[in-house]
Nanobody, 116 residues
Framework: QVQLVESGGGLVQPGGSLRLSCVAS????????MGWFRQTPGKQREFVAR???????DYAESVKGRFSISRNSDKNTMYLQMNSLTSGDTAIYYC??????????WGQGTQVTVSS
């Protein structure tokens, strides 16, 4: 079992930045998938960024060059640095962890609102 808690969301003006955190507890040693997703009302949850099994980083086209995913070496904490935010980035952001063949663990989400 893995428990995830996101934080760092809030209200920011267009062009601003936020850094989201995802803190994990429980059995993270077998985790080989770590990523960020987001969801707006009436839409499906969409992929934002992830670490591949090989450890490289992968981003949705809409956030490339603006967002950066990072993590601690112990996999207990993952971050999403978001720069040059636009209203289109307004959403609830979720972190996700998974091990091969296992369930996907989700956090409760953190609201990001980009508005002037």
């Amino acid at each position: 079992q893995v428990q995830l808690v996101e934080s760092g969301g809030g209200l920011v003006q267009p062009g601003g930045s936020l850094r989201l955190s995802c803190v994990a507890s429980g059995s993270v040693s077998s985790i080989n998938y770590m990523g960020w997703f987001r969801q707006t009302p009436g839409k499906q949850r969409e992929f934002v960024a992830r670490f591949t099994k090989e450890g490289s980083r992968d981003y949705a086209e809409s956030v490339k060059g603006r967002f950066s995913i990072s993590r601690n070496s112990d996999k207990n904490t993952m971050y999403l640095q978001m720069n040059s935010l636009t209203s289109g980035d307004t959403a609830i952001y979720y972190c996700a962890y998974a091990a091969s063949g296992g369930p996907i663990y989700w956090g409760q989400g953190t609201q990001v609102t980009v508005s002037s």
